[in-house]
């Protein structure tokens, strides 16, 4: 009905530019909303307003005009100006459950829109660096990125996601230098582990595999390892990271380039293997993985670099290579090869991002955290320095999501290996409930996860109420041949004018909904509209439930409802999907 007052306005505003009233070049934007007080009507439009002024008329006096070209419509029981210029529109309360139609045609196809023309979108998420598990941090930026991919698509967008593997750099080489030296431990030596050094379980387990791989056959004595190296934190004069800097470069040295590349190696797809079956089981899967290492190993960085030295873009200083990024707004120029002639990250990220492109996306979206909003400005400096275009560039912000665990604040640090995994998280709570309470509010928004509410089987746990809706239905449906009866949809569709409660208006209002929804959503990167959506959906129906009996004698009436919320069980599973959580038929 949306669309259809949209096309219609669309029409009378034509009219008005052809009797003269607005200028004939006069751009006109419609917005139909559903209104909020059933008393003002069922959608409203601020057209009249909005075209006041290139009419040169009061608002009133020009929806006046538009009313009256407004053709008649069986469905429209009445139009009426209100306010200073809003024009209501009171729909036929039995056309309302023409959407009841729609749904069960279209079934797992009804929401889905045009919104998205068939543009090409690369969505770029997680890409947590492969140096230990994901933690429940991790997980609002991967149950996010896997709802706006699903609600993308859904919305009619060509979306591909791809998950960037930071495989390349000084984290990395810190974390083959730690799995080694924890293999020098199973071997016997004993030695102060270094402060900065990555910690945990999962680092004993990978050095472990070394073991079992190669005996003793990489070991070297402690004394060579620290030979020289520069103290570190805690100890006189010490610096936990030149410390790490300097095992770095002993490991290399000791172990030479092939030995200590089968550590790097061993290290990486162990825990690159561990994130992806991770993902996989949170439902959270992607078209491409990519490498940064590729992008060194095929010279994309060193091309991207030489593009932009030759532009004047790039000058040393120091010994080291700047990008002139205060040319563009960012505070300041930042470091693409440091001194020792070790290119940055920024530099691996200005050659990946000038890949997406050329890949033909016509837009890119990174979600990062919301720690990482003072890189935005130089990413776009370098697309525009590059002379792509900075916005098809588009950055997503979360927030970290922080656990709460009877009251307490869980700490979450890779490094130290003292965190809650997403696997632990899943394992505790279920993914259905960490998916949802995930997506559930703005991604840019602050995050208290509350463990005993998710883990709750109650009204104030959404994902349990909204569940519960769709399972309520499924035993409705059980009950109905339990008592004898036989689904008759053919008489269903056909008596659906016997639905005149108030509980079973409100719920046609509320699928015919859905559509326009999924298109505001997804151009607004606002999966979390979904999840309101559902929990007002799940009220609609407990509602309906609570005041109604489903299962009457009366045939016509009974079918009817039937058809009724089968459409409701439909919509849920639909919207159910897109944030990747389960439509149970038990709970």
Not at 110 to 135: C, D, I, K, M, W
Not at 454 to 476: G, L
Not at 565 to 577: F, M, P, R, S, Y
């Amino acid at each position: 009905m949306k669309t259809k007052l949209s096309q219609i306005l669309i029409e009378v505003a034509e009219q008005l530019k052809q009797q003269g009233v607005i200028p004939a070049d006069q751009e006109v934007k419609v917005q139909v909303d559903p209104t909020r007080d059933k008393a003002h009507g069922d959608f409203a439009t601020n057209l009249a307003m909005t075209l006041a002024k290139p009419a040169k008329l009061a608002p009133r006096e020009l929806a006046a005009k538009i009313i009256a070209l407004l053709p008649e419509q069986s469905v429209i029981t009445k139009v009426e100006m209100a306010g200073p210029g809003f024009i209501n529109f009171f729909v036929d309360d039995q056309a309302k459950f023409a959407v009841v139609h729609q749904v069960l045609e279209q079934k797992a196809q009804f929401g889905q829109t045009g919104a998205g023309q068939g543009r090409s979108v690369l969505v770029e998420y997680v890409s947590a660096n492969p140096t230990g598990p994901l933690h429940v941090g991790h997980g609002r930026g991967a149950a996010y990125g896997a709802s706006l991919v699903n609600l993308l698509g859904f919305a009619g967008f060509d979306v591909t996601a791809e998950y960037y593997v930071n495989d390349a750099g000084r984290q990395m080489d810190i974390l083959a230098t730690s799995v080694w030296l924890r293999y020098l431990e199973i071997c016997g030596e004993t030695f102060r582990f270094p402060s900065n050094g990555y910690k945990g379980d999962y680092i004993y387990a990978i050095a472990r595999q070394l073991f079992d791989q190669h005996a003793d056959g990489l070991r070297k004595p402690a004394f060579e390892v620290f030979a020289g190296a520069f103290p570190d934190e805690g100890e006189d004069g010490g610096d936990k990271e030149k410390h790490i800097d300097a095992l770095i470069e002993r490991a290399k040295a000791l172990l030479g380039g092939v030995d200590f590349e089968q550590v790097f190696s061993l290290a990486l797809k162990d825990i690159l293997t561990d994130i992806e079956e991770d993902l996989a089981e949170f439902g959270v899967k992607f078209n491409n993985w990519f490498s940064e290492r590729s992008l060194m190993h095929t010279g994309v960085v060193d091309a991207a670099l030489e593009k932009l030295q030759q532009a004047d873009k790039i000058y040393e200083k120091n010994g080291a290579l700047w990008f002139r990024s205060t040319q563009y707004g960012d505070e300041k120029d930042r470091v693409v090869v440091r001194d020792n002639g070790l290119k940055t990250y920024f530099a691996s990220d200005i050659a990946y991002h000038f890949n997406k492109l050329e890949r033909g996306y016509e837009t890119i979206i990174d979600i990062w955290g919301s720690d990482h909003h003072g890189y935005i400005p130089r990413v776009k400096a370098a697309m525009q320095a590059m002379e792509t275009n900075p916005d098809a560039l588009q950055v997503l912000l979360v927030q970290f999501a922080i656990l709460y665990r009877g009251g307490e604040r869980a700490q979450m640090s890779t490094r130290s290996g003292q965190f809650v995994t997403l696997r632990e998280l899943r394992e505790e709570v279920g993914t259905d409930a960490a998916r949802f309470f995930y997506v559930a509010r703005k991604s840019e928004q602050h995050m208290d996860f509350d463990l005993d509410l998710a883990k709750s089987q109650s009204n104030d746990n959404p994902v349990y109420y909204i569940q519960y809706a769709h399972a309520r239905i499924c035993s409705v449906l059980g009950q109905l041949a339990e008592k004898g009866y036989a689904l008759d949809e053919t008489m269903g569709m056909a008596n659906l004018d016997q639905l005149t409660t108030e509980h079973e208006v409100d719920l046609a209002t509320k699928l015919a909904q859905f559509p326009d929804l999924i298109g505001r959503a997804a151009l607004a990167y606002e999966p979390h509209q979904i999840a309101y959506y559902l929990k007002e959906l799940a009220h609609g129906l407990h509602s309906y439930y609570n005041s109604q009996q489903f299962i009457v004698e009366q045939a016509e009436l009974r079918n009817a409802r039937m058809m009724l919320i089968l459409a409701v069980q439909q919509v849920l599973q639909n919207g159910l999907a897109i944030i990747g959580v389960k439509a149970p038929e038990k709970m």
